[in-house]
């Protein structure tokens, strides 16, 4: 069993910048790929971002060049820089993993996101 626990959400002006952490713990061997997804009023959940153990990054278009995802395999922790913050990045982000062996997906308990002026 995995827990997911997320900080860093809050309110930003537009322009701003939040960091987001999440750790991973509980009983696993290796948490596998990582990543950030987000729901907005109305909408349904989508991606933002992920990381593999070994680095490799996805990232929706709409945040590429603005969001920077990194991980701690360490600490089995995922962060998510985000800059130049839109009111359209308004949500709340959910961390997503994957635990092995088996790829058990798991979900944090999402911290909101709010971009306004």
């Known amino acids: 069993q995995v827990q997911l626990v997320e900080s860093g959400g809050g309110l930003v002006q537009p322009g701003g910048s939040l960091r987001l952490s999440c750790a991973a713990s509980?009983?696993?061997?290796?948490?596998?790929?990582m990543g950030w997804y987000r729901e907005a009023p109305g909408k349904q959940r989508e991606l933002v971002a992920t990381?593999?153990?070994?680095?490799?990054?996805n990232y929706q278009d709409s945040v590429k060049g603005r969001f920077a995802i990194s991980r701690d395999n360490a600490k089995n922790t995922v962060y998510l820089q985000m800059n130049s913050l839109k009111p359209e990045d308004t949500a709340v982000y959910y961390c997503?993993?994957?635990?092995?062996?088996?790829?058990?997906?798991?979900w944090g308990q999402g911290t909101q996101v709010s971009v306004s002026s």
């Open positions: 990381i593999t153990r070994g680095g490799n990054t």
């Open positions: 997503n993993a994957y635990s092995q062996p088996g790829s058990r997906e798991y």
């Open positions: 509980g009983s696993f061997f290796l948490i596998s790929v």
